[in-house]
Antibody, heavy 123, light 109 residues
């Protein structure tokens, strides 16, 4: 059974930093591209970042480029999001989400999601 | 910019058919994916590649595409289908970007 468990959220002051983690199980983690998607309170979904299975390809939404860093440790079956220079508008539930990568080809959607972890940026 | 437009809300009575649309100029060239999200829960994929249904998703969920509009159809709506529904596509033409529609609140009357 595919499982994604998000953790690391919390309350942080504007300008601060936080590192999110996503623990994966039930599939060959290194074979799949992964993403972070967020949802501000009462708002819709927003894609944040993408990383390929080998970490060779990475993309960011313009809203987080230069402040957030996505990474993964395939030996630990884990995905990370390092968030620096946090702003009020980064307040959201952050979900890790798997791309159903097939034979190394990215599919551009999300077939499994973590339960989410809440990040609150406030003074 | 790459935008996907959904109606904010759709209401139907139990047993009726709900149709939720997603419109975007680039949709004739891109697949659309649909997610169901219930309060306090993570999204769940209900339709992929415009009209394919993942295993475990009831047959009453279907998808179709026509030009710049893609439609999620829920036939014989049940109370448990009340949720927010989001369409999603991807723009690889200029810079890779995964885009969501604004979401549609389905209310079962």
């Amino acid at each position: 059974e595919v499982q994604l468990v998000d953790s690391g959220g919390g309350l942080v002051q504007p300008g601060g930093s936080l590192r999110l983690s996503c623990a994966a199980s039930g599939f060959t983690f290194s074979s799949y591209s992964m993403n972070w998607v967020r949802q501000a309170p009462g708002k819709g979904l927003e894609w944040v970042s993408y990383i390929s299975g080998s970490s060779g390809t990475i993309y960011y939404a313009d809203s987080v480029k230069g402040r957030f860093t996505i990474s993964r440790d395939n030996a630990k079956n884990s995905l990370y999001l390092q968030m620096n220079s946090l702003r009020d508008e980064d307040t959201a539930v952050y979900y890790c989400a798997r791309d159903p990568t097939t034979f190394g080809i990215v599919q551009y959607y999300f077939d499994f999601w973590g339960q989410g972890t809440l990040v609150t940026v406030s003074s | 910019s790459y935008d996907l437009t959904q109606p904010p809300s759709v209401s139907v009575s139990p047993g009726q058919t709900a149709r939720i649309t997603c419109s975007g100029d680039a949709l004739p060239n891109q697949y659309v994916y649909w997610y169901q999200q219930k309060p306090g829960q993570a999204p769940v994929l209900v339709i992929y590649k415009d009209s394919e249904r993942p295993s475990g998703i009831p047959e009453r969920f279907s998808g179709s595409s026509s030009g710049t509009t893609v439609t999620l159809t829920i036939s014989g709506v049940q109370a448990e289908d009340e949720a927010d529904y989001y369409c999603q596509s991807a723009d690889s033409s200029r810079t890779f970007l995964w885009v969501f529609g604004g979401g549609t609140k389905l209310t079962v009357l």
